[in-house]
């Protein structure tokens, strides 16, 4: 897509992050509105626990097929067809009942999610120029959507009812298909985007096992679990409002520390930064025990905030093919993504709230310092840049 004028990039990321946005609003409010009223959608936690894990499944084995598709046809009809498939999904959280039929929804917002984030990245990514900030309004834009979802629609499924709220959703994830449709054409004779190689897992090292726990603990256990934690607290209702509160104050958070964790990484390295945020990470799983869980929430959301920047640089470090690291670190992220929520769902009711989040604590502890014995080395990001340059060289 270099064949784009610098003006229709910049409409192509605006229109593909905002078709993301709106198509992410129901899988967010499914993440608010399930672990709690499970028995409105006609499944136990176990189920739960496979509905919420099964789009990162479909993500992981499934990308490059996407990516294949995309190829074939173009990112605009891609994100056309993912806009139309976001639309299926959302209204199917409020209008089907029962694990089999919600497992198929969560299958077309897999394949939907994955052709999104593919699509904008390109967009992004299309030319040299500006490639950074490019992606960074992407991100920020796409950060709207689970924002408006959390915070709205945890007051609509209380008020409305958990299933009506996927309605009104529906109508917000509506607006992706336009947004979708008014892309720029991608100009005659253009390359398509480069297709990632099929699936592959490759024997992790001690940070792709870190990364695991953190996509386990921060991305599967606490977003199922969150609204469980307030519920010992509060009544279902502001537990509810509680949980939607702190995944969009997740997102926000995003937003907020993205800039500050880049600065920590330059001004103190991102070994350091790594590990300070890894340790707030982890103290928050470890406060949960003690019943201090808002003070628990901060430190999970700020950390994980912080760890999303400085990880790929981490990774990037003395990698000889620095794509093929991130690719792998990311793919183990995922996995632990994918299997927290069914963790979370299957030891509910076993085990308490406390010895899951304690047990947590542990694992990313004992990982992070396997990470530092073995493999963790201090390097300025300078040295990161320059290694870029002679690889690009």
């Given amino acids: 897509m270099n064949g784009f004028s610098q003006g229709q990039r910049r409409l192509a990321v605006w229109l593909s992050s905002g078709a993301l946005a709106m198509a992410l609003t129901g899988d967010q409010l499914l993440y608010v509105v399930l672990p709690l009223a499970a028995d409105s959608f006609g499944v136990s936690l176990i189920w739960v626990g496979i509905l919420l ?14 990516a294949r598709f995309g190829n074939r046809f173009g990112p605009r009809h891609l994100t056309v067809l993912a806009s139309l498939g976001a639309v299926v999904s959302t209204a199917a959280y409020g209008l089907l009942d029962g694990g089999p039929l919600l497992l198929v929804a969560r299958i077309v917002w897999g394949l939907s999610f994955a052709a999104l984030n593919l699509t904008t990245l390109v967009y992004a990514i299309a030319g040299n120029e500006g490639s950074g900030r ?18 709205s629609g945890a007051w609509l499924a209380t008020t409305l009812g958990p299933r009506e709220a996927f309605w009104a959703m529906t109508a917000l994830t509506v607006l992706a ?13 253009d390359a398509p985007p480069a297709t990632p190689r099929r699936f592959r897992l490759n024997r992790p090292s001690t940070f792709n096992l870190f990364s695991f726990a953190v996509g386990l603990a921060g991305d599967g256990i606490f977003m199922v679990t969150i609204g469980l934690l307030f519920l010992q607290e509060v009544s279902a209702q502001m537990a509810m409002l509680s949980a939607g509160g702190v995944m969009a104050l997740r997102h926000l958070v995003v937003l ?10 330059d001004r103190f390295g991102a070994q350091r930064t790594m590990l300070g945020s890894a340790l707030a990470m982890t103290a928050g799983f470890a406060l949960v025990p003690f019943d201090l869980v808002y003070v628990a929430a901060v430190f999970m959301l700020v950390g994980r905030g912080i760890l999303a920047v400085v990880s790929p640089l981490i990774v990037a470090r003395g990698a000889e093919n620095v794509m093929n690291a991130v690719s792998a670190n990311a793919t183990w992220a995922d996995l632990g993504a994918a299997v927290g929520p069914l963790l979370a769902g299957f030891s509910v009711g076993l085990v308490s709230l406390n010895v899951l989040y304690g047990g947590a604590a542990m694992l990313l502890f004992v990982l992070l310092m396997a990470w530092t014995m073995f493999e963790g080395k201090s390097a300025p990001i300078t040295e990161i840049d320059d290694r870029h340059e002679r690889l690009e060289g």
Avoid at 53 to 66: D, G, M, P
Avoid at 134 to 151: C, H, K, L, N, Q
Avoid at 256 to 265: E, K, N
């Fill in 53 to 66: 894990s099964a789009n990162r499944w479909i993500r992981v084995a499934l990308y490059s097929e996407v």
């Fill in 134 to 151: 490019m992606v960074g309004t992407s991100r920020a834009i796409r950060e709207v959507g689970p924002i408006i979802a959390a915070a």
């Fill in 177 to 189: 298909v336009p947004m979708a449709w008014a892309l720029p054409r991608q100009p005659a004779g």
């Fill in 256 to 265: 907020i520390v993205s800039p500050v964790g880049g600065w920590l990484a």
